[in-house]
T-cell receptor
């Protein structure tokens, strides 16, 4: 059974710092990996999706990398801002040749606070 | 920008009662999902739905749960006889098609079972 772990569970840094959030998964046979942001009491906002054949994806100040063979992904946030404060979730979709309707397996998230 | 919407935002019910949670997925999407998040816990997959039938369900999705797409826009989750442990945030998600993999989530319905 796939297990997704995120480290650290919580992180508080001053504004402007670059930071790295980590995600690991036990079964490397994944189809893709998705990073989400969750604000308190709100839904999940998709940030980046990396297909299993890709090594990284970038969107603005965010860069996500994937090392499928070692079961790891990192989310790099450059020049952090107070508005980046949220919980960041990593989720994997299991490998399936047809890319079907499989649900995602989530980690518990990293609660990030950016201090002004 | 199109969004997934869910109603109600908060539902309070008595144990043993039936509840129906409603979702309107993004209009041209073909795949639909329900997830739940118990307070302080991980988001957990419940069920996926495609072409008017369940594609996959987790072990959580037992006979107490059912899903339906009653018309061209709504997607519902029914819990037949609620238990205290059903208290959670329930998220609906949709995905455009077989190629586009990103799942888009709604804001959630907080279900409180008393």
């Amino acid at each position: 059974k796939q297990e997704v772990t995120q480290i650290p569970a919580a992180l508080s840094v001053p504004e402007g710092e670059n930071l790295v959030l980590n995600c690991s998964f036990t079964d490397s046979a994944i189809y893709n990996l998705q990073w989400f942001r969750q604000d308190p009491g709100k839904g999940l906002t998709s940030l980046l999706l990396i297909q299993s054949s890709q090594r990284e994806q970038t969107s603005g100040r965010l860069n996500a990398s994937l090392d499928k063979s070692s079961g790891r992904s990192t989310l790099y946030i450059a020049a952090s801002q107070p508005g980046d404060s949220a919980t960041y979730l990593c989720a994997v979709k299991r490998g399936y040749s047809g890319g079907g309707a499989d649900g995602l397996t989530f980690g518990k998230g990293t609660h990030l606070i950016i201090q002004p | 920008e199109p969004e997934v919407t869910q109603t109600p935002s908060h539902q309070v019910t008595q144990m043993g009662q039936e509840v129906i949670l409603r979702c309107v997925p993004i209009s041209n999407h073909l795949y639909f999902y329900w997830y739940r998040q118990i307070l302080g816990q991980k988001v957990e997959f419940l069920v996926s739905f495609y072409n008017n039938e369940i594609s996959e369900k987790s072990e959580i999705f037992d006979d107490q749960f059912s899903v339906e797409r009653p018309d061209g826009s709504n997607f519902t989750l029914k819990i037949r006889s609620t238990k205290l442990e059903d208290s959670a945030m329930y998220f609906c998600a949709s995905r455009e098609d077989r190629v586009a993999d990103t799942q888009y989530f709604g804001p959630g319905t907080r279900l409180t079972v008393l």
